[in-house]
Antibody, heavy 114, light 107 residues
């Protein structure tokens, strides 16, 4: 069955760029939407953005100027970059498959602190 | 952006109770809605998709209904493992949006 394994730097300073990667194992990569979602400590879920099978992206309105989602089909991976991070970007970040995703990564805790 | 208003924000109930959680969309989303359960420290788990379709492997005590702007998640008989936080998610249009969550606690 399909599994998502994600990784990336967990501690960043303000103004740095957050970079996370999610690898897809045990399932097809093509034909699916791939999403990123985050959850600040003690708060609810926030959709960050997604990339569709043709490579087009859509992003959260409030993050659009700082977010890039991309895919590497040769490696069955997709990635998230969030530039100019601030303390409010501290959260657990999840990768997921689909628009109403059924398959999720394990989550990566990212802390932004000087 | 479509706003998803979820209620209640918290709920106390007992094992065996029937509970209902509601999500209201600020505009029509057909049946493009999912329900998720999240336990502390874990990734969310999808329970329901397309508003009323039960995810494979999810117990039948969970059910979803609604279309357009009003949606409900019902747990017919609460079990100890059901105490968690629940979220709705609309995927009808961009940006996708979650409800603010309902924390279900033991009475």
């Amino acid at each position: 069955q399909v599994q998502l394994q994600q990784w990336g730097a967990g501690l960043l300073k303000p103004s740095e760029t957050l970079s996370l990667t999610c690898a897809v194992y045990g399932g097809s990569f093509s034909g699916y939407y791939w999403s990123w979602i985050r959850q600040p400590p003690g708060k609810g879920l926030e959709w960050i953005g997604e990339i569709n099978p043709s490579g087009s992206t859509d992003y959260n309105t409030s993050l659009k100027s700082r977010v890039t989602i991309s895919v590497d089909r040769s490696k069955n991976q997709f990635s998230l970059k969030l530039s100019s991070v601030i303390a409010a970007d501290t959260a657990v970040y999840y990768c997921a498959r689909g628009s109403g995703p059924a398959v999720w990564g394990q989550g990566t805790t990212v802390t932004v602190s000087s | 952006d479509i706003q998803m208003t979820q209620s209640p924000s918290s709920l106390s109930a007992s094992v065996g109770d029937r509970v209902t959680i509601t999500c209201r969309a600020s505009q029509g989303i057909r049946n493009d809605l999912g329900w998720y359960q999240q336990k502390p420290g874990k990734a969310p788990k999808r329970l329901i998709y397309a508003a009323s379709s039960l995810q494979s492997g999810v117990p039948s005590r969970f059910s979803g209904s609604g279309s357009g702007t009003e949606f409900t998640l019902t747990i017919s008989s609460l079990q100890p493992e059901d105490f968690a936080t629940y979220y709705c998610l609309q995927y009808n249009s961009y940006p996708r949006t979650f409800g603010q969550g309902t924390k279900l606690e033991i009475k």
